[in-house]
């Protein structure tokens, strides 16, 4: 075997409940004795803790990726594994990492003794890598067994994070009696035509906070408290109902359904590429009052339609402060106000021009993603999906998502630099044009905040009535209002 000066070792172990790193550091000295025997320099040492290789586990191995990235380039010429098991449990993945290591020729050894150098060698690697994927799977099966064993009996899932009303720890065999009752006033509120907002609003004043993250709570968490199914006693595996569980529970089963229909009745269908920005402004303004992101749609009266930002009650700010709903106002004067100051700045400017071109079109990917998330949601609503997995797939997709938003808006930014001129791009108002004209504000806007100008109309309202943060300002000081710049 090539004697190998630059080695990596790559360390791995499924679960570490108590974030110690012992298995870790046990695999690590074997390596490291191992390389001692051989000659062999150690570079650097990848450890990937608490994240499984099986064929079951959707988690990304960065630290894997890195150890490929480095041997592909020349940074380490060897990699030193414990056992082929730590190094991965997927016979494609180990079909890969064997055709790379022929093609970039890094050196490759386990404490195990296998040889790659000889076509036996890989041979022998290859069903050993496939024995430890059928244990994997093996392993998988009895565990999935256990679990319908332990919902047939009535016996919910004991894992998963703590669901309000429910005692942390104790398996979902035990509640907490507060918590009970906000779930109980809530759906009365519920069942008289009350919103989930004014549920939050309610539990929040009551001194309540979400048992995830502890913060205040909003619609949206109302929402998710009572779609879980384990509030009614509700037994599911993989989609279909088992039975009622052999726990307290703070509903009735009945309760459960009736909190479905009322919230299925609130729910409207989101049509496909409704996540786009359809106002210039949105998500640049901010309420005065209580710091919380304004939203822009569309209203009406007996006489007209016409387009208004509001602050939701419902909505939570970055530092977990609930919007306060105090503050309304019409939306095109603060667009017509913004525009101004968008485009003096823009006269003001020196044409940059660059050499380069960006051609990225993420439009496609963002509708496939968007139709994903509008698939997702009607699953779920058909109970086709358990909560976890639905909120915990939402999750990962809406953060795909909002990169995919970045890297066009970036995108939009890098173009809108190479135009001769900017100006021109800024006053075409049409919707096609409508990133680029956000991404242009964005290098002239950091943030809007909206104070409120009181009950009746004012033609027009005072200029003060909104403030500019340019870019690379800090926002006034708490307690501000328009009144001391005059």
Not at 6 to 14: C, P, Q, T
Not at 123 to 136: D, P, W
Not at 167 to 191: A, N, T, W
Not at 238 to 264: C, M, R
Request: hydrophobic share 35%; charged share 30%; with cysteine.
């Amino acid at each position: 075997m090539p004697k190998a000066t630059r080695v990596g070792i790559y360390v791995r172990i499924s679960k570490d409940r108590k974030g110690q790193e012992l298995g870790i550091q046990r695999q690590e000295k074997a390596c490291r004795e191992l390389c001692e025997r051989l000659g062999w320099t150690v570079l650097k040492v990848y450890p990937e803790n608490d994240i499984s290789a099986s064929t079951t586990s959707r988690k990304p191995r960065p630290v894997y990726t890195e150890i490929l990235k480095d041997a592909r380039s020349g940074v380490i010429d060897a990699i030193v594994v414990y056992s082929i098991d730590r190094l991965t449990r997927r016979i494609t993945e180990l079909t890969t990492f064997l055709e790379e290591q022929k093609e970039y020729g890094f050196a490759f050894a386990t404490t195990e003794g296998e040889d790659t150098s000889s076509a036996s060698g890989r041979m022998i690697l290859t069903i050993k890598g496939a024995v430890a994927q059928q244990e994997t799977e093996r392993m998988s099966e009895r565990v999935n067994s256990a679990l319908l064993q332990r919902r047939e009996k009535g016996k919910p899932h004991a894992g998963g994070p703590r669901v309000f009303g429910f005692e942390h720890g104790s398996g979902f065999q035990r509640l907490v009696p507060e918590e009970v009752k906000l779930i109980r006033l809530g759906y009365d509120m519920l069942m008289d035509r009350k919103t989930p907002g004014e549920v939050a609003r309610t539990w929040n004043d009551k001194g309540s906070r979400s048992s995830g993250s502890g913060t205040m709570w909003t619609l949206h968490k109302v929402k998710r408290v009572y779609r879980s199914e384990r509030l009614g006693g509700i037994i599911t595996y993989k989609g279909q109902v088992l039975g009622d569980s052999i726990y307290p529970h703070p509903l009735t089963k009945e309760e459960w359904e009736n909190i479905q229909t009322v919230l299925d009745s609130r729910a409207t269908p989101v049509a496909q590429g409704s996540g786009k920005r359809k106002h210039l402004y949105s998500g640049f303004l901010e309420c005065a009052n209580c710091n919380v992101s304004m939203a822009v749609q569309w209203a009406s009266d007996k006489t007209r339609t016409f387009r208004q930002t509001r602050c939701q009650p419902g909505r939570t700010g970055a530092d977990g402060r609930i919007g306060c709903g105090k503050v309304s106002r019409a939306y095109t004067w603060i667009e017509d106000r913004l525009n101004e100051v968008v485009e003096a700045a823009l006269i003001a400017r020196q044409p940059t021009i660059t050499p380069h071109r960006f051609g990225v079109d993420l439009t496609g990917d963002i509708s496939r993603l968007e139709e994903r998330i509008r698939l997702l949601r009607l699953r779920w609503k058909e109970q086709k999906l358990e909560d976890e997995d639905y909120f915990d797939a939402l999750g990962h997709l809406r953060a795909e998502l909002q990169s995919l938003r970045a890297q066009e808006a970036a995108a939009a930014v890098a173009q809108s630099q190479t135009e001769v001129d900017a100006l021109a791009v800024w006053r075409d108002d049409t919707m096609q044009n409508l990133e680029r004209r956000r991404a242009i504000a964005a290098t002239v806007i950091a943030k809007v905040e909206v104070y409120s100008i009181g009950r009746g109309r004012r033609k027009p309202p005072e200029i003060d009535s909104i403030r500019v943060i340019p870019v690379g300002q800090h926002s006034p000081a708490e307690g501000h209002t328009p009144a001391d710049d005059r």
